[in-house]
């Protein structure tokens, strides 16, 4: 499975936009890459995933360029309850199998 | 959209007693179930994978004695925890997969299990 690694930590402020860049230099080529986001004492939540180009949903928007090696999870106008940790994952085709990283933990401030 | 019940949310009980966590796939039927382990300000670890009958596959360093997986039906696995310790206080959370392609996981809101 592709290791991911992406920024220990970001800081934002209400109504910006967030983009956390992932890297998977080693994405196989039938992973998808997925995104959840981690409440403290709650399970991880999905937000988005996608295997290449730009897929976009009522939350977030994933960017995946073309070589695949890297993904960007944008948050528009973020608010106070985006607050949270972000997991980037490369999903395995034959296991389904997720190694969660380190994740990013997003601080948004008023 | 899918959900993943978890039970219960939160245990204490003393040392030596076994746990069971009961994870259910409320509005689909999944056919492989993952159970993780996580500790304070760090990551998930997974522990195990389970498919419905059959035996789970452990991860390297995850005692299957200690960690009994029982995966039945399409809808339940649960996590015994045997003759527990304080060391293996831990939220812990599981996660149910439908088995197609461009569906995620969907977790579960995790168990706290504390051991005096």
């Known amino acids: 499975l592709a290791k991911t690694t992406q920024p220990i930590s970001m800081d934002s402020y209400e109504g910006q936009e967030v983009n956390i860049t992932c890297s998977h230099n080693n994405i196989a080529t039938n992973d998808y890459i997925t995104w959840y986001q981690q409440f403290p004492s709650q399970g991880p939540r999905f937000i988005i995933q996608?295997?290449?180009t730009k897929v976009t949903n009522e939350v977030a928007s994933l960017f995946i360029p073309a070589d695949r090696k890297s993904s960007t999870l944008s948050l528009p106008r973020v608010s106070l309850s985006d607050t949270a940790v972000y997991y980037c994952l490369a999903r395995g085709y034959n296991t389904d199998k997720l190694i969660f990283g380190t994740g990013t933990r997003l601080q948004v401030f008023p | 959209g899918a959900v993943v019940s978890q039970h219960p949310s939160w245990v204490i009980c003393k040392s030596g007693t076994s746990v069971k966590i009961e994870c259910r796939s409320l509005d689909f039927q999944a056919t492989t179930m993952f159970w993780y382990r996580q500790f304070p300000k760090q990551s998930l670890m997974l522990m195990a994978t389970s498919n419905e009958g059959s035996k789970a596959t452990y991860e390297q360093g995850v005692e299957k004695d200690k960690f009994l997986i029982n995966h039945a039906s399409l809808t339940l696995s649960t996590l015994t925890v045997t003759s527990a310790h304080p060391e293996d206080s831990s939220f812990y959370i599981c996660?149910?997969?439908?088995?197609?392609?461009?569906?995620?996981?969907?977790f579960g809101d995790g168990t706290r299990l504390s051991i005096l």
């Open positions: 996660s149910a997969w439908g088995g197609q392609r461009d569906q995620p996981q969907h």
């Open positions: 996608g295997y290449k």
